[in-house]
């Protein structure tokens, strides 16, 4: 009997399976108003008589009467329908991809968007229009295969030849271009709306912990943003020398020539993969900066996967990246994405969340506000950590004798004059 009791037991706990509740919601149904017709409280109570429930629920939404309200929440109930009804299609956007231009880029911004769009559950239209280059031609050909076409929005990641030729247009549909900030492009259109980094901004913020007599040094690349970089910083603050890389990826030999590097205030203003190359063999050559600062430029994991802990061990990093909803990051991470550390894919997103709720109703999954026709980013200061990037506190900026904020950016640094991005250095 015993061993009968014994085997019992064990097919007991081998066949035991433990109940848990499932992580994936219910569905839930939409009902889509294909039918332009308005209905009274009439005519809503013959559909139902008529055993036209769903007709009922599209149409009935803005009735006063009590019992016909209590039996349309009763049926949405029944049928686990959402709460709102939509037309065929709630918001139309689409896409002028210069692929050849932006590299891979191109398809990652319009993939997050489309991740984003199926994340809210409404229905939407999505078309996807990639172009060569950037010529007028070629620009004005996409906009005339949009036109008649009654978006609600075109999304446009160009470069500043792009843009110039949009901001001469006259455009029927808001145009976003999320590649570019306001500040870099002279644009008056009032229908064009830019998601671009304030890099002038964040390296304001940076040169707050710049010490006062700090040897200050600048190294770059040949691309047209660190250029760019460079020259704002030594609008920022008084730079005593810069440095610029090369292809060669072997720095050691440039950096023993220039000793005021130990002990110096370095602005990095490199690709990631430069930047670790270059701090790697900082390290090599056994000088240490009192401190190395970059912008988004160098905000990327890679960062902590390419160097060593000591060789970024006084490094701080400015990025605009904020937090979006925590499901729609999921989700747009399903889709190979990455919204974390990639700033155009999140610049996307955020300006497609403001158009699009502004279009639907729907609540906001981004706290980024959209002010003056552009995003308008928090800055964040993060320390290159052992294993993460630590957030760390934004100092207070400079005062004078008298209390005064002392004015360390120049607004009047000419940026007209560069053009975009360099694909190689987006990041």
């Known amino acids: ?70 039996l349309r929440e009763s049926y949405m109930t029944l049928f686990n329908v959402t709460g709102k009804v939509y037309s065929s299609a709630a918001f139309r956007v689409a896409f002028i991809v210069p692929y050849k231009k932006i590299g891979k880029y191109a398809y990652s911004t319009s993939n997050s968007a489309l991740a984003y769009l199926l994340n809210r559950k409404v229905p939407f239209e999505m078309e996807l229009i990639p ?91 040949g691309t047209t943003i660190s250029k760019m970089l460079s020259q704002t910083v030594a609008s920022t603050v008084d730079v005593a020398d810069h440095i610029a890389l090369d292809r060669s990826g072997y720095y050691k030999e440039l950096i023993l020539r220039h000793e005021d590097l130990n002990q110096s205030t370095i602005f990095l203003n490199t690709p990631v993969v430069k930047s670790s190359l270059f701090l790697s063999q900082l390290t090599l050559a056994d000088y240490k900066p009192l401190q190395v600062l970059s912008t988004q430029i160098n905000y990327s994991p890679l960062l902590l996967t390419l160097t060593q802990y000591h060789d970024r061990e006084n490094m701080v990093v400015a990025s605009s990246i904020g937090e979006l909803d925590a499901v729609l990051s999921e ?77 360390i950016y120049d607004d009047e640094t000419n940026l007209e004059d560069y053009d975009s991005f360099q694909s190689d250095s987006i990041e």
């Open 1 to 70: 009997m015993r061993k009968l009791l014994a085997i019992f037991l064990f097919i007991t706990v081998v066949t035991a399976q433990i109940q848990l509740i499932s992580p994936i919601p219910l569905p839930s149904n939409v009902i889509i108003d294909l039918d332009p017709e308005q209905y009274d409280d009439k005519e809503l109570s013959e559909l139902l008589q008529r055993g036209e429930i769903f007709s009922f629920l599209a149409k009935s939404k803005s009735t006063q009467d009590p019992e016909l309200e209590a």
């Open 131 to 221: 172009i060569a280059d950037e010529n007028n031609s070629t620009l004005q050909g996409a906009l005339e295969a949009l036109s008649g076409s009654s978006f609600d929005l075109i999304v446009a990641p160009v470069t500043m030849k792009g843009a110039q030729y949009f901001c001469s247009q006259v455009l029927d549909t808001d145009l976003f271009i999320p590649t570019l900030h306001k500040n870099r492009i002279d644009c008056v259109n009032s229908k064009i709306g830019f998601g671009g980094i304030d890099y002038s901004a964040q390296i304001e913020i940076l040169s707050y912990l710049v010490e006062d007599n700090a040897t200050n040094i600048t190294v770059s690349d």
């Open 331 to 407: 989700n747009i991470a399903l889709v190979n994405q990455d919204i974390r550390f990639n700033w155009l894919n999140y610049a996307t997103v955020s300006g497609l969340d403001y158009y699009f709720t502004s279009k639907t109703g729907e609540r906001r999954l981004s706290e980024e506000d959209f002010t003056d026709g552009s995003i308008d980013y928090d800055i964040k200061l993060y320390e290159a950590g052992l294993y993460r990037f630590v957030p760390k506190e934004i100092p207070m900026p400079q005062e004078d004798d008298n209390g005064s904020i002392i004015e």
